[in-house]
């Protein structure tokens, strides 16, 4: 039996399960000593009938894959098992390609050992069928006893509810500190090789370095401050394009426009939050790049054809809806009564905007600008297309830069050995990267929690 169908028995006798808890509860809807509503005696029913199978089967799906590898290992011959690794490893390669085809080979050994893959698959399947039958069951029986109905329902689903929660909470947490700890121990290894001064405060970037020692080959330069530069730069023109436009649409959206044009403009602009970003690089490569190399050579510029404006202008453009959406639903957020007191003493609608309504946004207006540089910091496609490749030194918009993510991508594609300088300097980018976000955060935060206290 497939996966999927496992899912759905474990689903099917869930709902069986709950129409039978409920209609056991609702016979006893009369009694004194039903202490919750029938429904929730359902509810309790179908986790006690779902939840343990659904452990016991994620548990096998975790489990089985292992289980099988050795059932294939002691199907094969000891003359198999006593070749060296090379020899092993390809009779492991071919029983797992004769699997996925489900085809047969000329290898007697290779045959055997696929028979004996399928029959354990089949017999460990029959086994996990079996016991999800029996767990699921057994609580539909629990429903039927009268033990179901001593139970305050209400609150055994409400723990079970919490701690689902903290699961999906623990879950989030222990992802990102396996993502910091795995890029912080590739870094690592990236600073035994490479000086971490030479790294952060270098003003070369050049990671090309030579695979093998008798090869001839650059020993690579792995100055980071060129990357940094480019990023910042391109963010900055990015957060000067798109953070005052939306800021200023989503005031006129929130405070001025009338109810029917802001149902009709509103979508259409976070239509832009939409597009993807290979179109985005597309239209700075095809159409803004070329357009400020004219203007600017028009009034005596030496303008490149990749160049940071261009990139920054575009990124702006698709960073817009981030800003102007988020600060057009805080600044609806503020309360009415607000506005009136101020209209109230005299000010005026400008006034009220400036002195009332955006400082009490302000908190909610901070996290959009920074969501939007966040945005605009990891951005990747539209620095390949429209800024290149190029680690220049120079803070010139005219000129073409990159950034940091982009050398990631650069870095991790190829054929390069994964524990060489190059490739492990992707990982050193991704934790100061990872570093000047979260000064970012923090920075951000103090800003708004300091605000936040002045204001409320």
Known sequence: MSVSSLFLIVLGLGFIAFVVGQQRAAGYEGDTRLKSLPHHYGFLTAIWSSIPALILLLAWLSFEPVYLQKQIEQSLPVEALNQSEEVLELYMNNIHLAIQNNQAGDDEVVNNAVLHYQRSELHSRSLITALVFVLGLSGIIAGLSRLLFRLHARVSIEKVIKAF????????????????????????????????????????????????????????????????????????????????????????????????????????????????????????????????????????????????????????????????????????????????????????????????????????????????????????????????????????????????????????????EFDSPKTLAAFALGLMLFISTLVLNVIALHIVRKYREHYE
């Open 165 to 416: 929660l903290m699961l999906c909470s623990g879950v989030a947490i222990v992802t990102t500190v396996g993502i910091v700890f795995s890029v912080l121990f590739e870094a690592i290894r990236f600073f035994e090789a490479v000086s971490v001064f030479d790294f952060i405060f270098g003003s070369s970037w050049s990671p090309q370095t030579s695979i093998r020692v008798d090869q001839v080959g650059s020993s690579g330069s792995f100055g980071a401050v060129p990357l940094f530069l480019g990023t910042m730069l391109i963010s900055a023109i990015a957060l000067i394009i798109a953070v005052p436009v939306g800021l200023m649409t989503a005031i006129y959206l929130s405070e001025y426009a009338s109810a029917r044009f802001r149902a009709s403009a509103k979508p259409a602009l976070e239509i832009l939050a939409g597009i993807p970003t290979v179109v985005y690089g597309f239209f700075a490569a095809l159409t803004v790049a070329p357009f400020i190399r004219e203007v600017g050579e028009s009034v005596g510029l030496s303008v490149a054809s990749e160049s940071a404006l261009a990139a920054g202008i575009v990124m702006g453009v698709m960073i817009i809806p981030f800003v102007s959406s988020l600060s057009d639903d805080v600044i609806s957020a503020v309360p009415q009564a607000m506005r009136d007191g101020s209209l109230g003493l005299g000010a005026t609608r400008s006034e009220t905007i400036k002195q009332v309504v955006i400082p009490a946004a302000l908190p909610g207006i901070v996290g959009g600008v920074l969501l939007a540089a966040s945005r605009a910091i990891g951005e990747t496609m539209i620095v390949v297309m429209a800024a290149g490749l190029a680690a220049n030194l120079t803070v010139n918009p005219l000129e073409a830069v990159t950034t940091v993510t982009v050398q990631i991508v650069t870095l991790l594609t190829g054929d390069q």
